[in-house]
T-cell receptor
Framework: AQKVTQAQTEISVVEKEDVTLDCVYETRDTTYYLFWYKQPPSGELVFLIRRNSFDEQNEISGRYSWNFQKSTSSFNFTITASQVVDSAVYFCALSEAPGTGNQFYFGTGTSLTVIP | EPEVTQTPSHQVTQMGQEVILRCVPISNHLYFYWYRQILGQKVEFLVSFYNNEISEKSEIFDDQFSVERPDGSNFTLKIRSTKLEDSAMYFC?????????FGPGTRLTVT
């Protein structure tokens, strides 16, 4: 069965610090997709990244970077030089095939507070 | 850019009342979904819908819930007799063959 674990419930950092959000997943599928979403206080889910199981290259997008390691079943998310606007709940999610009726499995989320 | 829309953004209803949450998926998508997020908790899958029928549903999706695609554009979630514990954010999503897109959510408050 698929499962996503985000062990960090809440994290607080001071502005400009780097912060890493952990995500560990379980699946028996050889093909799967991993996602990160940001949920600001307004409640919508903001898509951040999609990664398939065959692509283990790390990705950087501005201050955001992602470290995908199949050997440890982890897909961690780092924010460099954090800003107050980064304060939100961040969800990691897993799907076998997001486009063909397969559900997303979400982790419980990590609430990030960036203190000015 | 096409997007999934949901109405209303916030609905308040009394316990025992029926409520219908509406979604307009992206126009050429074939798969539709509803998810629920109780305040402070994770997003949970409710149901997926394809070719005018339910393709998968979770144990949360009991007889109180139903889904319908009443016309070519809308996709609805009906809760027959709401309970206090149905208070949550409800997200609709639709997908093409590759990607699933989430709507902005409807916050349902049952009093």
């Amino acid at each position: 069965a698929q499962k996503v674990t985000q062990a960090q419930t809440e994290i607080s950092v001071v502005e400009k610090e780097d912060v890493t959000l952990d995500c560990v997943y379980e699946t028996r599928d050889t093909t799967y997709y991993l996602f990160w979403y940001k949920q600001p206080p307004s409640g919508e889910l903001v898509f951040l990244i999609r990664r398939n199981s065959f692509d283990e290259q790390n990705e950087i997008s501005g201050r955001y970077s992602w470290n995908f390691q199949k050997s440890t079943s982890s897909f961690n998310f780092t924010i460099t030089a954090s800003q107050v606007v980064d304060s939100a709940v961040y969800f990691c999610a897993l799907s076998e095939a997001p486009g063909t009726g397969n559900q997303f499995y979400f982790g419980t989320g990590t609430s990030l507070t960036v203190i000015p | 850019e096409p997007e999934v829309t949901q109405t209303p953004s916030h609905q308040v209803t009394q316990m025992g009342q029926e409520v219908i949450l509406r979604c307009v998926p992206i126009s050429n998508h074939l798969y539709f979904y509803w998810y629920r997020q109780i305040l402070g908790q994770k997003v949970e899958f409710l149901v997926s819908f394809y070719n005018n029928e339910i393709s998968e549903k979770s144990e949360i999706f009991d007889d109180q819930f139903s889904v319908e695609r009443p016309d070519g554009s809308n996709f609805t979630l009906k809760i027959r007799s709401t309970k206090l514990e149905d208070s949550a954010m409800y997200f609709c999503a639709s997908s093409d063959e590759r990607e699933q897109y989430f709507g902005p959510g409807t916050r349902l408050t049952v009093t």
